[in-house]
């Protein structure tokens, strides 16, 4: 890691307290979210849609940060507990003839469109 020291022009009419500018260079493109990278996590909740919504951000996310070794114990274990969460709240929307539909058992009938996006999903 290298630290620099940089002049920069602040405008007169800059907001006062907002003249510190901080700039990243990574060859990684995720690195300067990392810092706040559980803010991507949501709990997944809502009809079948919007739990799918809030669960695959942290399934691609997670799948990403291991593979190039970015992962660390503890988000490791927050995005787990998330994506059990987010399963179990799916399994919700499943009926007995193996679709999903976005209310579960109260619809009239699966949806195509649910059920594969949700086999899409849960396959990793």
């Known amino acids: 890691e290298t ?3 940089i002049t920069v022009d ?7 307290d907002s003249s510190k500018v901080f700039v ?3 060859p990684d493109p995720v690195g300067p979210a990392i810092n706040n990278i559980q803010n991507l996590f949501n709990l997944p909740l809502g009809s079948g849609e919007p739990n799918l919504v809030n669960l695959l951000p ?7 940060l291991e593979r190039v070794g970015r ?10 507990h998330i994506m ?4 179990q ?4 929307f499943l009926r007995d003839d193996g679709s999903f539909s976005p209310f579960g058992r109260t619809d009239g009938f699966g949806s195509v469109w649910l059920t594969s ?5 849960l396959q990793g």
């Not at 602040?10 to 006062?16: E, G, L, M, S, T």
């Open 10 to 16: 602040i405008p007169k009419n800059a907001v006062p």
């Open 24 to 26: 990243a260079a990574v």
């Open 71 to 80: 992962s660390t114990p503890d988000l490791s274990r927050r995005s787990r």
């Open 3 to 5: 630290e620099l020291n």
């Open 117 to 121: 996006q949700t086999a899409g999903v």
């Open 89 to 92: 709240n799916q399994l919700a």
């Open 84 to 87: 059990e969460l987010g399963y």
């Open 58 to 64: 942290t399934m691609i996310t997670m799948d990403y």
